[in-house]
Nanobody, 122 residues
Framework: QVQLVESGGGLVQAGDSLRLSCAASGRTFTTYAMGWFRQTPGKEREFVAAINWSGQTTFYADSVKGRFTISRDNAKNTVNLQMNRLKPEDTAIYYC???????????????WGQGTQVTVSS
């Protein structure tokens, strides 16, 4: 059974930082891309960042570029999202996901975690 478990969410103030982690189990994802998406009530799931299997290629949404950094540790089957200079508009449930290739499209991701809430107060 494939399982993705996110952690690290919480309530912070604008300008603060958070580090999200996603632990994958059930199979080895070292040859797969991994991504982070976020969703707020009434809106579609939004792409945030993605990283290819080796960690050498990353994609970011324009809204987070320069503030968020995605990284992965294949030895630990984990992917992280370092979020700096957080803004109230970053408030959402954040999900990690796995895809066969790096991309920005949610339908291309096969496995999803349950999500972790990030709330940024102004």
């Amino acid at each position: 059974q494939v399982q993705l478990v996110e952690s690290g969410g919480g309530l912070v103030q604008a300008g603060d930082s958070l580090r999200l982690s996603c632990a994958a189990s059930g199979r080895t994802f070292t040859t797969y891309a991994m991504g982070w998406f976020r969703q707020t009530p009434g809106k579609e799931r939004e792409f945030v960042a993605a990283i290819n299997w080796s960690g050498q290629t990353t994609f970011y949404a324009d809204s987070v570029k320069g503030r968020f950094t995605i990284s992965r540790d294949n030895a630990k089957n984990t992917v992280n999202l370092q979020m700096n200079r957080l803004k109230p508009e970053d408030t959402a449930i954040y999900y990690c996901a796995v895809s066969r290739s790096i991309n920005r499209e949610a339908p291309m991701y096969n496995y999803w975690g349950q999500g972790t809430q990030v709330t940024v107060s102004s």
